[in-house]
C-alpha cells in the first residue's frame, strides 16, 4: 500500500487568523436556515437603508420568499454585478459565501462607490430546507408537483430513513444478478464488477428506502419538484424531469429572469455554487457549436458575396464580405452575421473570451497563494447545461465567473519516482518545431506518462510535421482520454479523499459503516454509505475562513470591469467652417466591453457618443454607435461638421450600463 | 414636435372609433364585418349573457399595455364536467395584424352556441366536448392594429420595446402615417434617374425599368420620416417581439431565433394563456389561427425534431380533411415552411400533450377578377401561378375596383414630405393583401371553424368491453377486456407516452386481488405479456382509431371495478361479478 500524507492542515487560518468583527452582526459560525437568511437580510436593510433595497422576486412553489439584496440602491447610473449563490440549494456554503459578500460590501464603501451590487443568496429556498431537515439526503429539487414516475400518484414514494440515523445514505443487497462487488481496497467502497475480467457481480445497491408504491423501483417518486440550478435557458436540459418541462416553469426561475432583465445595467454575474470559472475557464469542446473561425457559406450567399463555397472563413472576413451590402451606417455585427446564416447557438466558450477567463484563472492562483491558501482540493465541477453561470454567460453576453468556496481536500501521495517526462500543461504551451525537438525518447516517455499508449514517438512527430495537430491539440485530446486506471483494487482519487476528509473532520461520520438491517421486500439488506453533505458541506467552523479567504477575489474581480471613458478629443479645420471632429473613447478596464459572447448575442446595451451644440453634421450622426472596445483599447469616432469657430459643443459618452462621460469640446480650440 | 402632432392624430383617430356605430352586437353576431378589441370582447360578452348555461367567460390575464384578455368555455354541465371531456382548444390572432383569425375563432362559438339544439352534430359536439376558446391572443396588437396607421403585415408585436437598431433608444422610429389615413402605405417620388416606371396598363403599378431605359420613379418605401434623424426610415417600430417564438419548447434566444423575446413566456399575456392552458389538462387538440397562405400546418417546426409515427397518423386523420374543407389550403409539417422555436403549436404538443394545428387563414389567389377558365393551357406555368406579377398586380386591382368597390387600395396621391419635398403616397390599405374583404369572411370562417369542429368530433371516444371471463380453478378467475377508440385522435398522444410527460393512460382493476395481468398479444394462442409488478394497473396510449386488450387473473369472488383513467379521454368505467 502506498504511503499516504494526509492534509489535515486544511486551512491555517483556521488557526492563526482571527475573524473580523463586522458591523452588520452576522456570525458565520453557523449555517442559517432560511428563516436566519431572511432575518439577516431584513436587519442588513434596516441597518443601512439608504444603500440598501430588498427585492422580493418570487414565491417558491413551497411558499417561500426569493429575496434579492440591492447594495447601492442611491446609485444611479452606474454599471451593476448581479450575484446568484447556491441555486441548486445542495450547497448552503454558497449562501453563506453570498452573504459574506455582502457584509463585506457594507462594511467597507471601496467596492460601492461606483458599482451597484445585486445579492440572491438563496434562489432555491425550498431545496436548501434540506441541509437542516431531520432526514439529509442532498435535496435540491424545490416543490414544484411532478409526477416523476407518471403513475396514478404523486410523490408516493420518496426515500426512508430505514436505520434512523437522520441520512439517507444506500441499502447494498445480496443479489445473484447484482452488478456490484466489494472494493479489495477498501470494504467499505462499492465497485462495478469487471465482467470482461471475468469477475462477477454479488451486489445490488438501492437508495434506502422502501418500495410504497409497490412497482418494483425504490424511491423513484419523492417529493418535489425542479431544480432552480439546472433550469435556466442555456442549454436547457428538456430530458430532465428536474428541470421541469421548459426553462423558467418554475417561479424562481422566471422571476429571477424578470428580474436582471429589467436591469440591463448588470455587467457582471458571479455564482457562487460547485462550478469555478475563478478557477478553472469555462469548458469547451462541445459538439454542435459552429466554429466561428471555420464559416462555409452556403451557396446562395457565396455567390452573393463573392466567395468561394467550398472554402472556409472566419468571422472577420464574413463581415468584410458583408459590409459592402448593407446600407450605409448599418453596423455588422458578428450577430448579424451568424443569424443569417443560421449558425445557431453558441455553445463553447469564445476564444476572446477565454483569454479574460485564463488571465484572471492565473491570477486568482496567485491571489490564494498569498494568503498561505496552498490546498490541493478535488476538481470542482464543470458547469451543467441549464447552469445559472452558462445561462448568464451565452445569453447576457456578460463577464460570468463561478466560485466554488469548497471541495474535499485531496490525499497527497508520495511522488512516483521522478522519470522526468514533461508535464501535459508544459507541452501545452509549445510550438510544434519545439516539440518535435524533444526527441523521440522523451516523446515517448511524455506519451507513456499519459497513457497514451496507442501513439509512439513517431507516428505523432509525423502528424505534427504534416501539420495535422498541434502540441496544445494533442494536449486537449490527452486530457480527454480515460484516466488510467488505477493499480488492481485501487481507490479514485475522489474516494480516497472523501474517506480521509470524514475521518479528519467528521469524526469518522462521513461515511456511514454498513450495518445489517431487515428490509421488509429486499430480506437482509447492509445500510450505509457516504453521508449526504460530505461532499459539498464542510463543518461550520470553516465558514468563516474559507469566505475569508476566497470571498475577496469577488471584490477584486470587480475592479477589472469595462470603464469607458470619453479620453481625448480633438477638431481640425478642413476650411471655411467646416471641420473635421474626432472623439477618443477609452476602456481602462481589464474586460473589453462587451466581451466576444457579447457580440455574439448582441444583448449588451450600446455605448452611444451624442453629439449636442449648434452645429451642422455633414457627414456622421449625432448619436454615433462607440461598438466593442477591447481592454485598455482606444477607439476614434469622426464627423465632418459645420460650426462657427469657438463655439461649444457637449460630447456626452452614453449607456444604460457606465456612467455618462461628458466633454465639452471647443471647435477649433 | 412631429410626434406630437402625430399622437395628436393618434388619440383623435381612437376617439373617432369609438364614436362610430357599426351596428349592435347581438346574438347571432355577423360575420360580414371586423370587430375591433373592444368590440370582440363585447361579442363574447353578448354570447355569454345570451347562453349562461353553456358559456363562462373569463379574463384570463392581462397585455403588456393593461388590456384584458378573454376565453370562453363552451360546456354543457349536465353532461358532466368540462375537465372531465376532452378538451378543445382555439385561439387566435396572437399577431397584432391577423385579424380575421379572431373572427373565425368568434364564429365558432357562436355556430357551436346557436345551432345547439337544431342540429344534431352540433349538439353532441357542444355534449361531448369542452370548448376553450381564445380569440385574441395579441389584444394590444388588434388594439394598435385597428387604431394606429398600418400597413397589412405591421404591428405583429406584443408590446416589449426592443432596440431594434440598437441605438440606445426604444422604438423611436416607427412608420408614420403622414396623411393620417389610418394605413400605412408606400411612398414614391419622381425621379429621371429612378429604377421604376408605371406599368403600361395601370399606372398604379409600379415596375422595374430595363438596363438602359429611363425611369420615372424611385420607391422610398413605407410612410415615414426618419424620426430619430440617425439617416434611415421606420428603422426602430414596436417590438420585435414575436409572441409565436417566446414559448418555452425548444426556446432559442433572440440572437439565433428573432423575435423569441428575452426569455420564455416573457410576454405576459401569453405567460397567462400558459397558466390557462395549464390548468386545462384535458385538451387534447388546439387551434391557433394566423393570417396568410392558406395552410394547415402541424408539428414539428424545427427539422431536427422527430414525431412518433401514430401521432402522424392522427394528424393525417384531420389535415387530410381539412385541406379538403378548405379548397387550395396544403397541409404540412411546419418546418417546411421555415424553422421556429418556441412557437405556440410545439409549446402545446410537446409541454401540454396536446396535438396542435396552425390555420394561415386566407390566400389571397381568391380574390379573383377573370373569366372561369376551362382549365389552364400546357406548359403554361405562368397561367398555373395566375399569371406575371405584373399580371397579378393588375387582376388585384381590378378585383378592387370592380369587385371591391375601391376598398383595398389607396390611389396615389400628392404628399409634402418633410425630407423628400413632393412625393406621392399610395397602395395597398391594411384591411388589404392579408386580409379578406368582409364580403368574403363568412365563407372563410365558416370553412375553418368546420375543421376544428371535425377534430371535436375525432377527440378519443373510449369504449370499454369485458369480453370474456373464465374460471380457471384455484379460486382464480381470469378477465379480459378490450378498450377501444372509436375516434381518430389518441387518448394520450404518443409522444406524451414517450416522454412521460404526464401521468399515463391506465387500466385500473379494484375489488379483487390481481394475480397476474398484461396486455393479450394474440387472443386465439393467449399469448399475454404479464406485467411484474403492480399488475392490478397496466399502462398505455391508445392511438386513433385502435383498440387493444388486457387480460387480469384475479383471486376470489365478488364485484370487480375496472377503470379507465385518462388525463385528456373521457374515464369510463365497468362492474363486473365473479
Redesign the interface.
Known sequence: MMKKLFNLLLLPVLIFGISKVSAQGISFDKYHTNDEVQQILNSLQTGNSGSVKLHTIATSPGGEEVKVLEIGSSLEDVPAIFVGANFEGDRPISTEGALYLAQMLLDSSKYTENIKWYILPQPNPDAAAGYFADVKYNLSVNQFEI?KD???ALNEDGFEDLNGDGLITKMRVKDIEGSYVVSKNDARIMVRAKTSKGERGAYKIYTEGIDN????KYNEDGPGGINVGIAF??L?P?DK?EAG?????TPEV?GI??FI?DRPEIAMVYTLGSSDFCAVQPKGGRKGGANLSNIKLPGRYARMFGADPNKTYTMEQVIEMVKPQV?????VTP?MV??FLGL??AVNPLDADLKFYKNFNQEYKKFLEAKNYKTEALDPAPAKDGSFELWAY??LGVPSFSMNLFTVPKVKEEKKEENGALSLDEVEKMETEEFVALGEEKIDAFLKENNATKFNAKTVIDMMESGKVTPKQMVAMLKNMPKPEKEEGELSDKDKALLAWSESHWEGKGFVTWEAAEHPTLGDVEIGGYAPYLESTPKAELIDSLASIKIPWLLQLSTKMPELKIADSKTTELGKGVYKLEVFVENKGEIAYPISMGE????P????LVLDGDIEILEG???M?VGSIGSNQVKKLSWIVKAKINSTIDARL???VFTDDVKQIKIGG | MKHTILSALLIFGFAFVFAADKGKIEVPLRFDRYYNYEEVNEALKVLNAAYPELTKLDMIGKSEEGREIYALTINNPETGDELSKPGVYVDGNIHGNEIQAGEVCLYYANMLLTKYGENEKVTKVVDRNAHYIIPVVNVDGRFHFFEDGNTPSTNRSIRVAK?DD????FDEDPPDDLDGDGNICQMRIKDPYGQYKVDSEDERILVRVKPGEKGEYTLLGYEGIDN?????INEDAEGYLDPNRN??????????Q?GAG?????GVGL?AINDYINARPNIIIGYAFHNTGGMWLRVPAEKSIEIPASDVAAYDVIGKEAIKITPGYVYKPAYELYPTYGDFDS?LYF?HGAYSFVGELFMRSQETYKEEQKGPKEDDLESLRGGTRTERSREQLEFNDKVAQGELYKEWKKFDHPVYGEIEIGGWVKMSSRLPHPFMLQDLVHRNAAVVFLSAEHTPEIIMEVFDIQEIGNNLHQVRVRIENENGLAAMTAQAFKD?????D?L?VKGGKVVAGGKINDVRLNKVSYK???PE?Q?FALPGHSQVEYQFLIEGKGDVTIDF?SRKAKNVSTKISL
Do not use: C, Q
Open positions: 409526477n407518471v403513475d396514478e408504491d409497490a412497482d418494483g435557458p442555456h436547457f428538456r424531469k418541462r421548459f426553462s423558467g416553469e422566471y429572469l424578470r432583465y446600407p450605409p451606417g448599418m453596423e450577430s451568424a443569424g445557431g447557438a451565452y445569453h455574439r448575442n448582441n444583448y446595451a450600446p455605448v452611444m450622426t449625432k448619436r454607435k452614453e449607456s444604460v | 432596440d440598437k441605438d440606445g433608444l430619430d434623424e440617425d439617416g434611415r414559448w418555452g419548447y425548444n426556446w432559442m434566444p433572440p440572437y439565433v428573432r428575452n426569455f420564455p413566456l416573457s405567460k409549446h409541454i412521460k410527460l404526464y401521468e399515463l391506465r385500473i411484474e409488478d403492480k394497473i399502462f383513467e
